[in-house]
């Protein structure tokens, strides 16, 4: 079984930055694709950014050249790093990791930005 812990979400003023975290535990097929998601209220979960096990990165328009994700597979750990941050980031981000067999994901972690 599967389990992904994410955390390092917080409070920070706009233009700050925050790491998050996500360390998966338990069997995990070579082929994958992890990444982030978030979901503000009354909106749909949006892919924020993933990297294959491959090593191929994608990100949604809104964060490029402001979010970057990176992994360590020794560790079984993605990261994201979101740098400049804007008030419109405050929500929601889950871990996501996807696998031929299923889908899993993380509890979440509140980022909130103030301006």
Same mark, same amino acid.
């Given at each position: 079984?599967?389990?992904? @812990?994410?955390?390092?979400? #917080?409070? @920070?003023?706009?233009?700050?930055?925050?790491? *998050?975290?996500?360390? &998966? !535990?338990?069997?995990?097929? =070579? =082929?994958?694709?992890?990444?982030?998601?978030?979901? /503000?209220? #009354?909106? +749909?979960?949006?892919? @924020? &950014? /993933?990297?294959?096990?491959? #090593? !191929?990165?994608?990100?949604?328009? =809104?964060? %490029?050249?402001?979010?970057?994700?990176? %992994?360590?597979? /020794? %560790?079984?750990?993605?990261?994201? +790093?979101?740098? !400049? *941050?804007?008030?419109?980031?405050?929500?929601?981000?889950?871990?996501?990791?996807?696998?031929? /067999?299923?889908?899993?994901?993380? +509890?979440?972690?509140?980022?909130?930005? !103030?301006?």
């Amino acid at each position: 079984q599967v389990q992904l @812990v994410d955390f390092g979400g #917080g409070l @920070v003023q706009g233009g700050g930055s925050l790491r *998050l975290s996500c360390v &998966a !535990s338990g069997t995990i097929f =070579s =082929s994958n694709v992890m990444g982030w998601y978030r979901q /503000a209220p #009354g909106k +749909q979960r949006e892919l @924020v &950014a /993933a990297i294959t096990s491959g #090593g !191929s990165i994608n990100y949604v328009d =809104s964060v %490029k050249g402001r979010f970057t994700i990176s %992994k360590d597979n /020794a %560790k079984n750990t993605v990261y994201l +790093q979101m740098n !400049s *941050l804007k008030p419109e980031d405050t929500t929601v981000y889950y871990c996501h990791l996807r696998t031929p /067999a299923q889908n899993y994901w993380g +509890q979440g972690t509140q980022v909130t930005v !103030s301006s």
